[in-house]
């Protein structure tokens, strides 16, 4: 039951930052085909934002990790 909670932790908490991440490139994308001056900006902003939403994905890893150490 472990191995499946370990594959549902990390499965699971992937999907909301990828989508999240996929969604946060494209409009900043958008945003700096639109205003150009404010590339610099728009790459920092995103660059934090990406790294917070990976966090969630880096800690459904370390719950899977947690998951399987019961189990070995």
Do not use: C, H
């Not at 909670?5 to 945003?31: C, N, R, V, Y």
């Not at 660059?47 to 150490?69: D, N, R, S, T």
């Amino acid at each position: 039951m472990e191995a499946i909670a370990a594959a549902l932790a990390i499965g699971l908490s992937t999907i909301g930052p990828g989508i999240g991440q996929g969604i946060a490139a494209g409009k900043a994308l958008e945003g700096m085909a639109r205003q150009p001056e404010m590339v610099g900006d728009l790459r920092t902003n995103m660059l934090i934002a990406l790294a917070m939403m990976e966090a969630m994905a880096i800690y459904g890893l370390v719950i899977a990790f947690m998951l399987y150490g019961k189990i070995a």
